[in-house]
């Protein structure tokens, strides 16, 4: 646990302007790397009050995620094992509601008969068709089995018209 504190601790100056503004869906592993993980949307009944947080409606009723605004969050999400961040492509508004879709995520994985060379071959075609659409993706590496594109978007972007640009 100390190790990934420390970890998050050194690279919150890079990981703070991603997650800033937007709701975290976490991946825990509360009894450790060798036990299965599950994802979190709902902020624990036992957080600590400083932490910012905002509601989304599901079909299952309302979520309260966390917002980190911080060191002092990511150590927290460290302290309680949420070892994967996972955020949408877009922040809440001032008044809490959502807001335009500000990037763009293309998500590559490996499938049956489909290795990570053939997604890094997708993923330059896509970076050649986005860059003729005025986007200039950067790739991410998943760590464990695929790659993503990230590419910031124009403002006034739904994120209907964010799913529109992928599908496309």
Request: a negative charge; aromatic letters at 8%; proline letters at 9%.
């Amino acid at each position: 646990k100390g190790e990934v504190i420390h970890y998050f601790t050194r690279i919150a100056p890079l990981m703070l302007p991603h997650l800033a503004g937007r709701p975290v869906t976490r991946k825990r592993w509360p009894e450790g790397t060798d036990h299965p993980p599950f994802f979190a949307k709902d902020l624990e009944a036992g957080a600590p009050a400083w932490i910012a947080r905002e509601s989304i409606d599901h079909s299952s009723g309302a979520k309260t995620y966390p917002i980190v605004t911080g060191v002092a969050t990511l150590v927290y999400l460290a302290q309680v094992a949420s070892l994967e961040l996972h955020v949408p492509q877009w922040r809440f508004t001032s008044e809490g509601t959502r807001g335009d879709a500000d990037r763009l995520v293309l998500d590559l994985d490996p499938g049956p008969g489909v290795g990570l060379a053939e997604c890094a071959e997708v993923a330059r075609w896509a970076r050649e068709i986005l860059g003729h659409m005025g986007l200039h993706p950067f790739p991410v590496t998943s760590g464990s089995k695929g790659l993503q594109l990230y590419a910031a978007l124009p403002p006034g972007q739904s994120s209907e018209s964010a799913s529109a640009i992928a599908h496309e």
